[in-house]
Each structure stands twice: as structure tokens, then as C-alpha cells.
């Protein structure tokens, strides 16, 4: 089968959409299917084209099997809404134009958000006469309302229509949550052409690994009890959250937060950290996807938080499938589907959002029962090997494909 897949983000970007993408795609290969993705230029979040690229009209490389074609996009940093805009609505015309050049396929899958990558499939579908598989990983409009990022009225209800019409002409719409097909059939659709095909981890790559190495002995992390947010610094993680919690534990000395990420809201966040004065907080910037699993390791426990807003008890934000592969206690800041996977798994304790005291609360009482985070940590792993093994989920969506 000769699948093209449209993702506005791909390895080396090291976020959630560039490994779900890449993961699949390469297990598709493995296969025997001819996969190609088309992208832009590396360059989440800082809009910085990453070295070794540039952002030419277009370029071709071979990762892993995969056939990848970047092409040129207006580059822009993951803040702003009118620039960041322009960046998604170029992907979307470069991908369309750039359709009738390359090879015929048997189907189209894109992702979504970014909005206009997923709006590309039903173009790029109709061009080369194939079927179009939207995938949905996040509700838009509706998660970009909730932070706040959008109020004119008018655009809201321009992104709702360009929201109805996607699903209305996907043959097949496959979301990452229960609760997003659930949202989805209350739009109007047919339940037989949605298919969930939840999250997972790469369980070769994410794997138990010693406490100590060379990431913990750099940052100075081996004497520590350290208690890790790793991903995205954005306007709906709520991170403040994590810094009034460190404030309330400065006078435990061997307990420390570390933050691994970039976003929208990480300079703020270094500026209140700096104010605040907190001595147990490291902050490190963006790092490698091959050096990850060594930050996890390095880790007693770890933090998924987001604001607390009724459309985040849809989300189920995919570090938690990381954390629990590397046998790491979860603290689930987040309602909804995601605390009912940490209650069925018995992975982590669940805390209220944006709730810094009962945060605070919470690690002390890890802190104090090292014994019931080992527990914690190996009932994730066991959860995740049996629900959310990539190359499963991989081969499920091969099947509906």
C-alpha cells in the first residue's frame, strides 16, 4: 500500500504529533508499505529552521524508510496568533501545490491541529482521487477558545464551519480519545466512520534504564529526589502551578523540579521563577529526543498538568504513556479520561488542576513512601505494555488503512 501522510511536525521536532507520526510511519515501513510524509522545515517551537536544513521550495530526505518531503512554509515562532497562522495556512498551500508532482498513493491521512494541516487532506484527496483520513488529535476550535487564544467571533465561527465540513467529507476520522469521537458523533457524524486510535509509546525506546547516567550526573540530579514536567511550556499547562509548588517545598533541599521544554509561556515562567527566587527549580531548554529517555530515568516521579477547563477532561496528553513506560509515578494534574487511565493503571496519584498546595502535598507524600512510587511506577509499565504498545496501535491503524 502507498500511504502519504501530511504532518506539519516531524522528526527531529521532538513533540507529540512528530513522534506519533513518525512512529507509525515507521512501523508502516517495516511492513512492507511505501510510506511518504509531507512537512516543512524543522523548526518548533522557535521558529528557527534547525541546522543541517533550510527552507527551501522543497527537499527531499529518507528517514528510516520513510520518504520525506519538507517543503518551503512562512516560519514562525510557536507564539502569536496572526504569524503562527500564516505558518499553518502556507503548509497547507505548499502541500496542495506540491500534490500533483509526486507519486500516486492509495490513500491520505493528515493530522490535526494544526487546523489547515488537517483541512490540506481533503484537497490533497480530491487532486489525487483518493480516499482521506483525518485524524484528530485535539479539538479545534475548541482548545484553542479555552486558552483564551481566540475571541472574534467572526473567526470562531469560520473555524466551526471549516471544523463541520473536515468531518463531513473524511472518509474515515480516527481521534485519540473516546471522548473526542463522542464530541465528534455530537456533531452530526456517523459513528461507523470513526475509529479511535489512542495514544501509545515505543517500548524499545522508552525502556527501563539505571537512575543514574551521564544526563543525571551532568545536572547534578543523583542526590536529589526529582520530580520532572517534560513537553511543551504552553498557555495550557498552567506551570505556575509547579513553581508556587516548589516555593512551598524550598525548605526541603533534596527535592527538586525540573523542567524540560519550550513553548509560548517559557520566558514568563523563567521570569517568575527568577522573582520568586526559587533555588529548587532547574528550567532546561529543548532537548534532543535521543536524550529523553536518559531525562526520564533521571526522574522519581513525574508531573501532567493542564488547566483545568471542561474541554482538557477530552485530552489525554501523551507523556503519560511515556512516563509510565520508563516506570515513572505519574502526578495527574488533568479530569477526565486521562485520570481514569491512571486510576485503572494504578500509576500515579491524581491531583486537583492548577491546585499548587495539593501538588506540594502530593510529592511530599511520594517523597515519604519511596517504596509506593516504585509500586506506582511498575504498574504503569505493565499497563502500557498491554494497552499502549506503538507498534500495536501501529497495526490497527494499518488494518483500517
Not at 527537499?59 to 518551503?72: A, F, S
Not at 470562531?156 to 473524511?170: N, Q, T, V
Request: aromatic fraction near 10%; include cysteine.
Amino acid at each position: 500500500m502507498r500511504i502519504l501522510f501530511l504532518s506539519h511536525y516531524f522528526p527531529p521536532e521532538v513533540n507529540a504529533p512528530a513522534s506519533r507520526t513518525y512512529e507509525h510511519c515507521k512501523e508502516w515501513v517495516k511492513n512492507g508499505h511505501d510510506v511518504t510524509v509531507i512537512t516543512c522545515a524543522p523548526n518548533h517551537p522557535r521558529g528557527k529552521v534547525y541546522s543541517g536544513y533550510q527552507n527551501k521550495l522543497f527537499q527531499w530526505e529518507v528517514k528510516n524508510g520513510i520518504r520525506v518531503l519538507r517543503l518551503w512554509t512562512y516560519v514562525a515562532a510557536n507564539q502569536g496568533f496572526l504569524k503562527r497562522t500564516l505558518n499553518y495556512i502556507s503548509y497547507m498551500i505548499s502541500a496542495i501545490f506540491a500534490t500533483p508532482f509526486i507519486q500516486k498513493h492509495d490513500v491520505v491521512i493528515s493530522t490535526s491541529p494544526q487546523f489547515f494541516n488537517g483541512l490540506a487532506g481533503f484537497f490533497v484527496s480530491r487532486i489525487k482521487n483518493i480516499p482521506w483520513i483525518l485524524e484528530i488529535r485535539d479539538l479545534w476550535p475548541e482548545s484553542i477558545l479555552a486558552v483564551g487564544a481566540i475571541k472574534n467571533k467572526t473567526v470562531i465561527k469560520m473555524l466551526e464551519k471549516l471544523e463541520a465540513f473536515s468531518y463531513r467529507k473524511a472518509d474515515r476520522i480516527v481521534p485519540v480519545t473516546y471522548a473526542f469521537k463522542v464530541h465528534i458523533e455530537g456533531k452530526g457524524n456517523a459513528p461507523e466512520k470513526i475509529e479511535v486510535i489512542m495514544n501509545g509509546v515505543d517500548l524499545s525506546t522508552y525502556a527501563t534504564l539505571p537512575r543514574e547516567n551521564t544526563i543525571s550526573k551532568a545536572f547534578g540530579l543523583n542526590d536529589k529526589f526529582v520530580i520532572s514536567y517534560f513537553g511543551t511550556h504552553g498557555m495550557a499547562h498552567g506551570l505556575e502551578t509547579v513553581l508556587h509548588a516548589a516555593k512551598e517545598l524550598g525548605e526541603k533541599k533534596d527535592i527538586l523540579f525540573l523542567l524540560v521544554g519550550s513553548g509560548a509561556e517559557r520566558e514568563r515562567l523563567l521570569n517568575l521563577s527568577k522573582k520568586m527566587n526559587l533555588e529548587n527549580l532547574m528550567m532546561l531548554d529543548q532537548q534532543p529526543k535521543e536524550k529523553m529517555p536518559l531525562f526520564w530515568a533521571s526522574s522519581d516521579v513525574s508531573m501532567v498538568l493542564l488547566r483545568k477547563t471542561d474541554l482538557f477532561k477530552t485530552v489525554i496528553p501523551s507523556k503519560i504513556f511515556e512516563s509510565m513506560a520508563m516506570e515513572k509515578p505519574i502526578i495527574l494534574g488533568v479530569k477526565g479520561e486521562s485520570k481514569e487511565i491512571i486510576e485503572k493503571a494504578e500509576s500515579g496519584l491524581c491531583i486537583e488542576p492548577e491546585n499548587s498546595s495539593e501538588l506540594a502535598e502530593t510529592i511530599l507524600h511520594l517523597y515519604e513512601h519511596q517504596e509506593e512510587c516504585a509500586r506506582l511506577g511498575q504498574n504503569g509499565r505493565k499497563y502500557v505494555t498491554q494497552h499502549h504498545d506503538r507498534s500495536v496501535l501501529a497495526r490497527r491503524y494499518e488494518a483500517l488503512l
